[in-house]
């Protein structure tokens, strides 16, 4: 077995026992990227000799035993919309092409300082709106398991690179599903945190009250491992909150017999694909067999969550978007004639037009005599979500659901029909909206051998039931490790 | 026809934080451009605001200050507009919830007291500054060192009926937020600026007349101007029988008239909505008790006080009153130098030590004579050491080489009154044998000659004769 297709636990231990480098496994890693990266398309920046320097370095670290995490010396891949001094963060818009940030967001500090070796910047839907990374102004990144098929969005670059095997573990953002969604979509494990556990600043914003930062991996073991490390208040951010961090590690291996998991039924409605629902049930059954308690419970707002958050999102996002003027920093449009040209020009030929379609819905949301209807009446609504998920949390410990309702779709498929790209995150926006930590991890494959995956959701801050559901699963289910045969060697 | 004028004013007060409203870039004045800055108040992509409590601390000041309501969870939105001098794109503002509601303030004018209500204050943060230079490459550029600054938004009710009353409640106004530290209050930099709502309506009837908003009124003398001018234009139209366009209007105050910004401003949809950045500000009664108990003694509770404690006249406390500092210093002279001495304590300070700090355009603050010296000196007039005339010099002294020992100047310089009976009476007698045709005209009714005497006895002892004692010396020798 090469290094590179190593989880981070497996290389945390050699490296701490001392029986590799982690110049070796990065070595590995760039290695590997060398060799499939003209296909899967997942970096936007590579930096290989300052990922060997940072790998030296973290060998120094270890010799002299300082400061030394499980993270010292991992392979680590950021998506593009985390604000980094050593790349440039485009957050694959030509609007940012060529922005480099004077500062480091907070979780790239702490990866940093963790001694995690960062190798560089992967694709995403621009501005993380859509969910199938066909929205990137910059690259096409394609589904590792069938390249027909997109990689999922918006984190799809940092889902594809760790099915890839380019990286040991990365870190995406979820506003809507973008972490869970993808990494059902390629066949891995991806972890949207509690809102407010991990600091968003210097994650470029999309919608700051659904935004979070978290891990992509390949093991919910690496998931625990990597939030261990990002997780935490920052006095730079107002939203991050102080509840103790627990040692999610430690959480994973308690058992779960009593465990109470509540199956929506809202979840399991139509347009789910039977394949899907096949693959998800069957887990289910596989946790009761552990000894999980399965009840059926109702989250009867499920059908206004789609709407709620497409108006939330995208006031939200309208306003955050509106800094791209071509004053300070980022794309102007040349040879234009006063300001308010070059403001039209500038946002007209930088931003995509799904960022487009989006600016203008949540404007119009926002908009005097349209705020009541809109904004204002989506606040309500998300409240009333809140509290199905409240209810729900009394009679269950934790909720187990597909992701979404189809493996992963082919290109062109759904990118001219925005309602319907819309609709496929319906079963991971609610979460977002409560602002629930939630997981998704591989359930199985389709006939046509797509990754299927399996959505755990838990109570604010119960991120450690999360992961010890997960982990039981996984050590059960057997799909870890399975990889897209990417090279010849693999057949 | 005559109108009944109806004036609101909108106060935007630059609050004297070290740092900013949302980061921790110092506010400081006249560095060079974009010294003051970071990501978060240059509005780089994910940089995040973390509310400066300080901010809140002095907003619950000027609330309790001028009787408002403090909001327990008042609420920050985003007010979004683009304009280069804007780094975000928004201004992080409060709307629904803004964190004072419903005070009031008192003010006087030509004797009558009135009270103005204000309707809100709430927190925001500055803008930047766009700057042309004139040379020939035609580009303009940002300064964000302003970005970001605290501004308390002050919006009073239209319940001011004259220019005077909206002069009165400007200056009331603020009085009191530079009584309470919080702000330097510099109309002319911009740091406490102001615009007025002004409309017309016959007097007697309900509802207010199409109102215009004034801005740019850079002094009080300009707020007063700007209004007169504008109430004279909207009469005008509305004799003619024609309507007042509401608008914004820019006060002019070289040509003194206002113009219509039209075209330049178009009507604004904001689209606020709450920031999700920041959270509630949550005050509780804890905090609020703790900054009231911190509040200092209020302009017009100081003025009422001086007057009724010292026995000065009301128009010397208000004098006293227009600076804390002064009224500080008043008290600390009357503190060292007894009771008696209050009402020339205070034409002391307004006369003589003002004439000093306006002749250098400083405050008391940096006045070189100290309360101790001052007090000294009212006694050494107080026992008839020295007249008020050599006082005056000795004061002089004191301020021009910072020496706070006017006895020891005194000494020093041999400026002590003669006031020897014996001495004093030879020099009388001296002058009554050499001037007795003088005294015979007197004696005869020319009583205005009397004042010659005396003049002659203090030109012989260089000013230094006690004039009480000469004066007795004469009556008693030529009646
Ligand atoms: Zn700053």
Known sequence: MELFECSLEELAGMLAQKEISSVEVTRSVLGRIAAVEDRIGAYLALDEAGALAQAEEADRRRAGDEGVTPLTGIPIGLKDLLSTRDFKTTCASKMLADYRPEYDATVVTRLKQAGAVLLGKLNMDEFAMGSSTENSALKKTVNPWDFSKVPGGSSGGSAAAVAAAEAIATLGSDTGGSIRQPASFCGVVGLKPSYGRVSRYGLVAFASSLDQIGPVTLTVADAALLLQAIAGVDPRDSTAVATPVPDYCAALKKEIRGLKLGVPREYFAAGLDPEVEAAVRLAITQLEGLGAEIVEISLPHTDYAVATYYLLATAEASSNLARYDGVKYGFRAADCDGLKEMYFRTRAQGFGSEVKRRIMLGTYALSSGYYDAYYRKAQQVRTLIRRDFDAAFDSCDAIVSPVCPTPAFAFGEKIDDPLAMYLSDILTIPVNLAGLPALSLPCGFSGAGLPIGFQVIAAPFAEETLLRVAWHYEQQAGWVGKRPQLTEEEV | ?479
Request: some cysteine; proline content about 5%; aromatic content about 8%.
């Open chain 2, 1 to 479: 026809m005559d109108y009944e004028i109806v004036i609101g004013l909108e106060v935007h007060c630059q609050l004297k934080t070290e740092t900013k409203i949302f980061c921790g870039c110092s506010t400081s004045f006249g560095e060079l451009p974009n010294a003051n800055t970071c990501p978060v108040c240059t509005g780089m992509p994910g940089a995040l605001p973390v509310l400066n409590r300080k901010v809140v601390d002095f907003a619950i000041r000027a609330g309790l200050a001028t009787n408002c309501r403090i909001v327990p969870n008042s609420v920050f939105a985003r007010k979004n507009y683009f304009y280069p001098d804007l780094p975000k794109g928004y201004q992080i503002s409060q709307f629904e919830l803004p964190i004072c509601l419903s005070g009031s303030l008192e003010i006087e004018v030509e004797g009558e007291s009135k009270t103005i209500g204000i309707t809100r204050i709430h927190m925001e943060e500055d803008a930047g500054k766009l700057v042309h230079p004139e040379d020939e490459f035609g580009v303009s550029y940002v300064d964000y060192n302003r970005a970001c600054v605290p501004l308390l938004e002050i919006v009073s009710e239209p319940d001011m009926r004259s220019a005077a009353e909206a002069v009165a409640y400007l200056k009331a106004l603020r009085d009191v937020m530079l009584y309470l530290g919080i702000t330097d209050g510099n109309m002319e930099e911009g740091s406490f600026r102001c615009d007025a709502n002004i409309s017309l309506r016959p007097f007697g009837q309900k509802e207010f007349g199409i109102r215009a908003e004034l801005k740019n009124m850079n002094s009080f003398r300009n707020v007063q101007r700007a209004i007169d001018y504008e109430v004279e234009r909207q009469a005008e139209i509305l004799d003619e029988g024609g309507t007042v366009v509401q608008e914004t209007r820019l006060w002019d105050a070289e040509r003194g008239v206002t113009r219509s910004m039209r075209g330049k401003e178009e009507a604004h949809d904001y689209r606020y909505f709450p920031d999700p950045d920041l959270l509630p500000v949550v005050i509780d009664e804890e905090w609020i008790e703790e900054v009231r108990n911190s509040l200092p003694e209020l302009p017009a509770a100081k003025r009422r006080r001086l007057a009724a404690d010292y026995g000065i006249p009301a128009s010397d406390a208000e004098m006293l009153c227009a600076d804390r500092a002064l009224a500080d210093y008043f008290e600390a002279v009357v503190e060292l130098a007894g009771a008696g001495q209050a009402k020339s304590a205070a034409n002391w300070i307004m006369v003589e030590l003002m004439k000093f700090l306006n002749e250098e355009k400083v405050g008391i603050i940096a006045c070189p004579v100290t309360p101790a010296g001052l007090a000294e000196l009212l006694g050494l007039i107080a026992d008839g050491t020295i007249s008020g005339k050599i006082a005056k010099q000795v004061f002089a002294t004191m301020y021009e080489q910072g020496d706070n020992a006017p006895k020891k100047i005194v000494e020093r310089e041999g400026l002590a009154q003669m006031s020897d009976a014996g001495e004093l009476a030879a020099l009388v007698d001296e002058i009554i044998t050499a001037n007795a045709d003088k005294v015979a005209q007197y004696q005869a009714g020319k009583t205005k000659l009397f004042g010659f005497f005396v003049g002659q006895v203090m030109k012989k002892t260089g000013g230094q004769a006690n004039p009480r004692l000469v004066n007795e010396l004469f009556k008693e020798r030529i009646g």
